[in-house]
């Protein structure tokens, strides 16, 4: 079993590749490079039961472009 702390993403881009992530350290907002940008995540109340255990759930907000 892995020592990281990890949650569960969900909205955002469906062809996103992977929806349960690493998070270091545990906060308020994640970001996840994704096609040339960031997909940006906030934790929320509630946690999913997943196959890795029972995880925070952050919910997807916004998406912002990399400066060219």
């Not at 040339?36 to 907000?61: I, M, N, Q």
């Not at 998406?63 to 060219?68: N, P, S, V």
Request: aromatic share 8%; proline share 10%; hydrophobic share 35%.
């Amino acid at each position: 079993m892995s020592n990281s702390v990890k949650a569960v993403l969900e909205g955002g881009p469906e062809d996103l590749p992977a929806r349960i992530v690493p998070i270091t350290p545990p906060g308020i907002e994640l970001k996840v490079a994704f096609k040339g940008g960031y997909e940006h995540f906030k934790v929320t109340a509630r946690h999913k039961d997943t196959p890795e255990g029972s995880l925070p759930v952050y919910e997807w907000t916004v998406r912002t472009e990399t400066a060219q």
